[in-house]
């Protein structure tokens, strides 16, 4: 126990990262399923008082987003792997790195103890004033997790860019890197850039909530759109933050199970990854379409969100080429990364007429928003995340994960996702607007939304699956030999599985031919 | 090898641009076509001004592109209005409709575009992907991939051709999406004016006639609005954010403390529509909604001037 809470080492700390975030899923699943019992039929189903369901709301959309999946990308994936693939024997600084696991993990105890207060925050993920700053629920929590995170976050972002600037294994040029750390590193700038944005206005909101100043008090000379635009202005690049590495998980795994390099990898990482950083950061007034913004730069968003398309495509592109001519084996890890592919389309092609401000003034603020960002988020990056778990299962436990539980986890994952989520386009397009307790002016929406609410426990259900699976296989799944899936990524090739303590048993040193990616004839210098 | 890469980089690269060239083009032709006398702000402000300068006003403020438009189009209800400035009449209100796009009716059929588009692109992806699933699975043990070495030519053809196709495709979209914009923002001369008011949890919408109509009450009884007739609601909120949205119509806006925002709309034929609230606003946030009839013009005004 103590050699774990102390450490300063970038596998466990990563570890860590996993569990802490996998917990932070686990509740705000629950609240998931709160939110879908109680809309499975009209009018109050599992209570009477909306704040509950506020709460649940607020609880779930907060924790998947700052709990979840930012932490167990940049956190987990990044401590995890990025060392082992640049051939460190750790991060830059250590004891940094051990002190953004306890801010992250004194967020999480904080986000918790909502449920154990008498006014549990009830402001969503998004905290709009004056809503936030005139409820009698507790905003102050809200307000001090998102500073927590943030804080633990920038010092990941500062400890990781100097880490794979200054100690990738002697020979390693920029072009050598794992398509995966050059993700993390673009999500990383973008937290650097654009966490103190947002820390800047939850703080004025706690000001103005607690100190009675009037930032977004328009009675006193405040407006209340500001802090919409500091929010957006950073929670879209937060996004990329979520998009970016979770390609690049998918990316690895694609490559390493079909056994090809990542096709057109420099346009990727270049014309994909860092073109989303740069363009990325002018779209945010897409968040801010019907909010009354003026009408000139409602428009200008509309066509840099559309552009947006292009790296983005082009990063579908190479996902979809890396299967071209490949050696493609589908064990659960592949599985979850190839349906991606399709789950991302679905999720992605709906944001297209949401870039498009006409179109967005009736879908705004309704489910087809709410399916859209599921597709993206709680499908997409979510199984990019178990899609990596499985794939770097044998490295972090030196055993093999099952596959026969593997596989029906996935089945079932997959049938429940899309269960849940796709009957919500439709009667989002036809108006059913979201965070909504009741909907008596649609009764008509009631059998779609029970058919959602089965889909959620068959999703319930498959999470049962998956975790049984990773803890029993934990304990007393196969060992596995060195290099499983035949990789030729540092990670695999170099060390044992898992890495003791330095991570490489002689310090590697590289070749200019060599790539994480040399199957067959390849060498860096044809990928 | 290279140069055919090379050739339909170029013949693609022109026929994007081309695309997009003729798609803008057409849309600023129509935007010329459909752009209104004067633009929302002056509106607003002609609003606030004496009935009998509104002519004058808007005329001033239009932008040189839409004054043909104005002589064409816009002329015969401005005449109107100051003729008979006071009192609006039934015709006033009804007048307009037939010179001006509904905005419904654009969205559901950009919509349809737009959809058509979206199973084209996620057909081809798809489809590609599928293709690529069953072809190349692993045949021997210790096989690897065969991905054909990449150059820098193949490289840049593979990044600019599919970001010029993409890119023609934005275009397109934007170009419509601006256009169907156009109509959504530009209020029809003559409209309706109605006061929107958002408190927790209640709606009021007050008519020009000074009645006010509450939104918790519309759910028994029905506001009745005329049909065919532009009808512009411009409000604000007592307390948090709100959001008036009617769905039908496809059209909604935030409503705030400290600023003043418009949503306008019209109905082709009589029906009935709700509204409802779409900005979180606390514990009542899904019980702020009501319902509207809209019935002809003469039954209209009839029950307005009841509610008085
Ligand atoms: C696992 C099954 C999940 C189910 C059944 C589910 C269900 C829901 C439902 C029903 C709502 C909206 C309810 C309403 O608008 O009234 C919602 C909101 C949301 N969900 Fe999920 N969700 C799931 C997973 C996820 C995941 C994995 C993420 C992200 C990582 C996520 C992120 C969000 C966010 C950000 C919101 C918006 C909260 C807000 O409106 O403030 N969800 N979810
Ligand atoms: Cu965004
Ligand atoms: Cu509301």
Redesign the interface.
């Known amino acids: 126990m103590k050699e774990w809470i102390f450490t300063t080492d970038h596998k466990r700390i990563g570890i860590m990262y996993l569990v802490g975030s996998m917990a932070a899923f686990v509740v705000a699943g629950i609240m998931a399923l709160l939110i879908r019992l109680e809309l499975s039929s009209l009018g109050p189903t599992l209570t009477d ?3 509950n369901y ?1 709460v649940w709301l607020y609880f779930h959309g907060a924790a998947m987003i700052l709990a979840f999946l930012i932490p167990s990308l940049t956190g987990f994936f990044a401590n995890y792997l990025i060392p082992l693939m640049i051939g460190a024997p750790d991060v830059a600084f250590p004891r940094i790195n051990a002190f953004s696991i306890w801010l992250f993990y004194v967020a999480i105890v904080l986000a918790l103890s909502a449920f154990m207060v008498p006014d549990p925050p ?1 402001v ?1 993920w ?1 905290g ?4 936030s700053v ?2 009698t629920g507790n905003t102050s929590m809200y307000v001090f997790t998102v500073h927590l995170l943030g804080f633990s976050s920038i010092l990941g972002a500062v400890n990781f860019l100097c880490t794979v600037i200054y100690m990738r294994a002697p020979g390693m040029g920029w072009n050598q890197m794992n398509f995966f750390v050059w993700a993390t590193l673009a999500a990383f700038v973008i937290q650097l850039i654009f966490i103190p944005v947002l820390a800047a206005a939850v703080t004025l909101l706690l000001f103005d909530k607690y100190f009675g100043t009037a930032f977004f008090n ?2 006193a000379g ?4 500001l802090y919409q635009n500091l929010f957006w202005f950073y929670s879209h690049p937060a996004v990329y933050v979520i998009l970016i590495p979770a390609v690049g998980v998918v990316a690895e795994v694609m490559a390493g199970m ?4 990542i ?5 990727a990482v270049y ?1 994909g990854a860092w073109a989303i950083v740069v363009l990325g950061s002018d779209v945010w007034v897409h968040h801010l379409y ?3 913004m003026v ?1 000139w730069l ?2 200008g968003m ?2 840099t969100t ?2 947006i ?2 790296p983005v ?2 990063l ?2 190479s996902l ?11 064990n659960t890890a592949m599985l979850y990364a ?1 349906s991606v ?2 789950l991302f ?2 999720g992605g ?2 944001g ?2 949401l ?5 967005t ?2 879908l ?3 489910y087809f928003v709410m399916a859209h960002f599921h597709y993206v988020m709680a499908v997409s990056a979510t199984f990019a995340v178990f899609s990596g778990v499985y794939y770097w299962f044998p490295k972090m436990t030196g055993r093999m994960a099952n596959e026969t539980i593997g596989k029906l986890g996935f089945v079932l994952n997959f049938v429940g996702i899309n269960l849940t989520f796709w009957p919500l386009f439709s009667i989002g ?3 059913m ?9 649609f009764p008509e929406f009631e059998p779609t939304q029970k058919m959602a609410t089965m889909g959620a426990i068959i999703i319930a259900l498959s999470m049962v699956v998956v975790i049984f699976n990773w803890v029993y296989s934990a304990i007393a799944g196969v060992k596995a030999p060195l290099n499983p899936w ?1 990789s030729k990524s540092m990670e695999w090739t170099h060390t044992q599985s898992p890495p003791g303590a330095g991570n490489f048993p002689t310090p590697p040193t590289v070749s200019a031919d060599w790539s994480p990616y040399n ?4 060498t860096a210098q ?2 | 090898m290279t140069k055919w890469y090379a050739f339909a980089g170029a013949v693609l690269g022109v026929v994007s641009w081309a695309t997009v060239a003729i798609a803008s083009d057409q849309a600023a032709a129509d935007a010329a076509a459909a752009a209104p006398a004067a633009t ?1 702000e002056e509106a607003v402000a002609a609003d606030a001004a004496a009935p009998a300068a509104d002519a004058a006003v808007a005329e001033e403020g239009a932008v040189p592109a839409a004054d043909a438009a104005v002589a064409e189009e816009g002329a015969a209800p401005m005449e109107e209005a100051a003729v008979e400035p006071a009192a609006p009449a039934v015709e006033e209100h009804a007048a307009p409709a037939a010179t001006v796009n509904n ?1 419904a009716e ?2 559901n059929t ?2 349809h575009h ?1 959809l058509i ?2 199973y084209v ?2 057909g081809i ?2 489809l ?2 599928i293709a ?2 069953v072809t ?4 021997r043990d ?10 820098l030519v193949l ?2 053809t ?2 600019l051709i ?2 010029f196709i ?2 023609a ?3 397109y ?2 170009a419509n ?2 256009k ?2 156009i109509d ?2 530009n209020v029809p001369e003559g409209a309706l004016e109605i006061k929107g008011l958002a408190y927790m949890y209640e709606w009021e919408f007050e008519f020009e006639n000074g009645a006010v109509l509450s939104g918790n009450e519309s759910r028994e009884n029905p506001i009745l609005l005329p049909v065919g007739a532009p009808i512009v609601i411009r409000s604000h909120s007592d ?3 709100h ?1 008036l ?1 009617f ?2 119509f ?5 409503v ?4 003043t ?1 418009f949503i306008w709309f019209m109905d082709s034929a009589p029906g009935d529509h ?1 509204f ?12 702020m ?1 009501g319902r509207v009839k809209t019935v002809p013009a003469t039954e209209f005004e009839a029950w307005i001037a009841e509610k008085a």
């Not at chain 1, 607007?433 to 002016?441: Q, T």
């Not at chain 2, 705030?256 to 600023?259: S, T």
Request: with cysteine; proline share 7%; aromatic share 14%.
């Open positions: 008082n909306a704040t506020n009830d969503m998004t709009y004033p004056p809503y005139q409820t328009p009675d405040g407006d209340v759109l079909a056994r090809n390099p096709f057109n990898y420099k346009v014309g019907t909010s009354g009408d409602r428009i509309m066509v559309l552009i398309s292009i495509g082009l579908m592109i979809v080429g890396t299967l071209y001519r490949g050696s493609i084996q589908y190839i592919l399709f389309l679905i092609l709906t297209i007429p870039a498009m401000t006409s179109i003034l009736h705004a603020e309704t397009v036809d108006g607007p979201r965070r909504y307790f009741d909907y008596a002016m035949g199957y067959g004839k390849h044809t990928i | 929302q905005p654009g969205w950009l919509w737009v588009d979206l692109i996620g992806f798809a590609i992907t690529f699933m190349y699975t692993r045949k210790d096989q690897e991939g065969d991905l054909p070495p990449m150059n490289s840049l593979w990044a599919p970001a993409f890119m495709d934005d275009f979209l934007a999406g601006w169907l914009w959504q923002r307390d948090v954010v959001s949205m769905p039908d496809r059209i909604k806006e935030d705030m403390p400290g600023r925002t709700l409802t609230c779409t900005e979180y606003c606390g514990v009542g946030h899904s019980n909604w």
